[in-house]
Structure formats: C-alpha cells, structure tokens
C-alpha cells in the first residue's frame, strides 16, 4: 500500500474470500478521475456447478454447436481494413461453413457462401482481389454483389437465371473496425446483440486500432480448451511461473453482468506479485516487470505498479497526445479483457493492445484454430498504418516462431503446452463434470450457461 494510504483504517474482510488489495482497492488510489467502466464491479453468482467433460469431446455436442451455436450467433470474420477496396476478399469458415467476405463496387461488405452453385466447388480458396468470382471448373460466375454474371453455356441452362441463382449471402455488421457475420436471419441485430460493449469500448475504440500483428495456429484441442485458458488468470502461478512476482493472479476481478448475456470482463492487477510469489520487495516486483529491468529501483514513496505505469506512459506519449492525461494506472499496465460471445476476447486500455479469437477447425471437435491479433492504437496525428499480413503458423510450429509476437510468442506456448493434456484428460473423465472455482472461473461458468441456452433453444 502507498505511504499515502498508511493512515486509512483497515476495512471488513472481502466477502469472497480474495486477497487484499481488491481491483477496487488499487482503484482508489488513483491520481486522476477513473471512468465509469472500471468502477463496476458485478459479481453474478451462478453457483458451483463444472462442466460437462463430454462437451470437449463428444461429436454429437459438436454437430448441435455447429447448428445451434456457430449458425446463430454473431461472429468476428475480419477486420474492415484486411478489405480496403472493391474486390478485396478474405475467407471466414466455421465447420463445413465457407463464405467470401468481399468490400464490393458499392463499398459495402457482404458474406458471399463460397459455393459454386452448379457443382459444389469452392469458388475461392484464398484470400486476395477479383473483380469477380469465377468458378474454376466451369467457368460460372458471379459479380461482387453475388448477383449472376455469366452462364457459360446459357442455351444448356435455361432453368438458371439471375433471380434464381444469386449467391446466398449471410449478414453482415460492424464494429469497431470489425467484421462480424450471421448466418441466422431471425437473430437480434449486431448492435443488440452487443449489448452495452460499444459504450464500454467507446473510451478506447477498436476502430481507432490497427492490426500491427495477425498470427493464427492450429491448436491439439476442442476450442472451449483453448478459449477458456484465456479468460482467467488463475493459471498465472503454474502455467507462467516467471510472471507470478508482477501480476496479481488471485487479486484478479472477475465480472459477469446479470442480464447481460454475451460480454464479461476480468481485470487482473499488474504491480503487484501473486501470493504465491511469497516475501518480495517492491523494487523486485518492478525488476521483474520487464526484461533487463535488474537496474530498476521503486522511489520512495512510490509503488512497483505507479513506476510501471509511469514507464508505460512515457512508451505511448506520442500515440496518445493529449489523450495520455485521462490515463489511469490500470488503463495503463493492467489486463483488462472483454469475452464476446461466443468466441472474441478484446484488451481494453494500452497494456497490451491484444485481440483472440477462437474457432473449432474443420468438422474435428478435438482440434481448434486460434488467432491472435497485436491491435495498437493507430498515432493520433499521423495516417493508420496498413495491417500486418498474417502469419500462419503450422501445429508442429511454436508461437515463439512469430517474431511479430515479441516476449509473448513464448508465454501462448506456455498456455498451449497444456493443451494436448488438458484434451486428453477430458476424454478420460467420460461423462462427468470438471470443478470450476466459484468466482475465478465463474466466467467460464457463465460461457457454459449461455452456451446451453443457445442449445437449448433449437426453435
């Protein structure tokens, strides 16, 4: 606690158990006003219930996310800048699902399905610019708006015209400088469907980013595996040992919304060692903040997680500029991250300008595909900078092969080494239940709940 806060009383215990200091407490020792976002603190108990072992492994569960899940809900396809100009096309696919997502002539964006409609074939197989799709095996084609161009042999088809055979399109909306797509058209809308995350974001907006780094993997795992390792920071101390002196795992924040069906939140404290971490001195916690930091020392009357905000400050002084006043410490170094369901998880503040994104690969419920995305704040007078173009990466090649990942390359390897043996153990368990914590795994227990209610509703 800071010399300044020596003097306050010592307050009831926490109700739930966490360590002190609570986000909350941190909070309050900030020197400029913390906005409203960071303020809440929900805590929606839904009990203690695990989950289901069979829902990673079990076909059958996979075939009804495939209807039920990814056939309705909203989800991230691109960002609109992978897509600047008329014909510029990149590929979303989600199961036996293929679509086109194309900017067409008009500069609107449609999802075409990439499906030739004479015999099947895949139009595109890649990302890139046409001018049309035109379909390699018989050479039907279709313009930008997936209306029909031409019929190679029309005299052959005379039951084929352009108001029967248009390409079938998905829905489409944006955010944030994302592409989402639908494949439902009895869904809410994007904007509702989002529910209060375009306000909350409105203080740092996704739009204002650009993709610095885009890098995707396969992953030896169902994707709920993959996505859940990345929403608590429980895992911190075990998974990510050399971390535990300058993050505060169990002090983490997590925040699910009654109500709010498709976004939670948990912020985890930086600038403050894990209690697993055992007696440490201040200057060691901001030591080992940062690589070749053995020189750092703590002022007096100042704080690890003050000193580590202030070195943030100076790094984004001429991304921010006059925006840098309204930065909090936490905005500054610590992990504020945003789950959207079912698969988006977003970085919030300047910490870390990270974006994942979660998807099953192909039609195998044991094998998922993960992106990661490095979205920076675009400078604030200066043109955005073109994104990054992707890096795939293959299941034998580690993260750290990325070298637009930095330091971070080794630490998803890190969560990715359980991946194999997280699987493998679920198939093990059969048809009972994993154990959940009650509050720092309530996220996940919540990801559940609204899972099974899109399941559930087979309308």
């Not at 806060?5 to 010592?10: E, G, I, L, V, Y």
């Not at 399109?169 to 509702?192: E, I, K, M, N, S």
């Not at 396969?218 to 040992?241: G, I």
């Not at 974006?355 to 192909?362: A, K, Q, T, W």
């Amino acid at each position: 606690m800071p010399a300044d806060d020596a003097s306050r009383p010592p307050r009831e215990p926490d109700p739930l158990g966490r360590p002190e200091p609570t986000v909350q407490d941190l909070l309050a020792q900030e020197r400029v006003d913390v906005p409203w976002q960071l303020k809440e603190a929900p805590f929606h108990d839904i009990g203690v219930a695990g989950a289901p072992a069979a829902e990673y492994v079990s076909r059958a569960f996979f075939d009804r996310e495939m209807t039920h899940l990814w056939g309705r809900a909203w989800q991230m396809a691109c960002r609109e800048d992978e897509i600047p100009n008329a014909g510029d096309h990149v590929l979303y696919e989600i199961g036996a699902r293929s679509y086109i997502i194309v900017r067409g002539d008009d500069g609107a964006i449609r999802a075409l399905r990439n499906v030739c409609l004479h015999r099947g074939r895949r139009l595109r197989d890649c990302a890139g610019r046409a001018a049309a799709f035109r379909c390699p095996f018989h050479g039907f084609t279709w313009s930008l708006d997936g209306a029909l161009k031409e019929t190679p042999t029309p005299w052959d088809f005379p039951h084929v015209n352009a108001d029967n055979f248009a390409l079938p399109q998905a829905r489409v909306g944006t955010w944030g400088g994302f592409v989402f797509v639908c494949f439902d058209p009895a869904a809410p809308p994007l904007d509702a469907y989002l529910e209060d995350i375009p306000e909350i974001f409105a203080r740092w907006p996704m739009e204002q980013r650009f993709t610095a780094a885009h890098v995707t993997r396969p992953l030896p795992c169902n994707w709920k595996v993959a996505l859940e390792a990345f929403v608590e920071s429980f895992h911190v101390t075990d998974t990510h040992p050399q971390a535990a002196t300058y993050i505060g795992d169990f002090h983490t924040q997590y925040d699910v919304w009654e109500g709010k069906r498709h976004y939670s939140r948990m912020i985890s404290p930086r600038g403050i060692a894990s209690p697993s971490a055992g007696a440490i001195s201040a200057d060691e916690i901001l030591q080992s903040s940062e690589p070749g930091g053995a020189t750092l020392r703590v002022p007096e009357g100042s704080t690890p997680r003050r000193e580590m905000a202030e070195r943030r400050r100076a790094q984004v002084r001429d991304v921010l500029g006059p925006d840098l006043a309204k930065l909090t410490d936490s905005e500054a170094v610590d992990t504020i991250q945003y789950w959207i369901f079912p698969n988006l998880v977003l970085w919030w503040g300047h910490a870390a300008p990270i974006v994942y994104r979660f998807r099953p690969l192909g039609d195998d419920p044991e094998r998922a595909l993960m992106d990661v995305y490095l979205m920076p704040q675009a400078p604030h007078d200066a043109p955005r900078p073109k994104p990054a173009a992707t890096t795939h990466l293959t299941a034998d090649q580690p993260w750290a092969v990325a070298k637009e990942l930095g330091g971070l390359g080794a630490v998803f390897d890190q969560d990715v080494g359980n991946f194999a043996a997280l699987q493998a153990g679920l198939r093990a368990i059969g048809d009972e239940p994993t154990t959940l914590a009650r509050y720092q795994e309530n996220r996940i227990r919540y990801f559940h709940k609204v899972l099974r209610e899109y399941l559930g509703d087979e309308r």
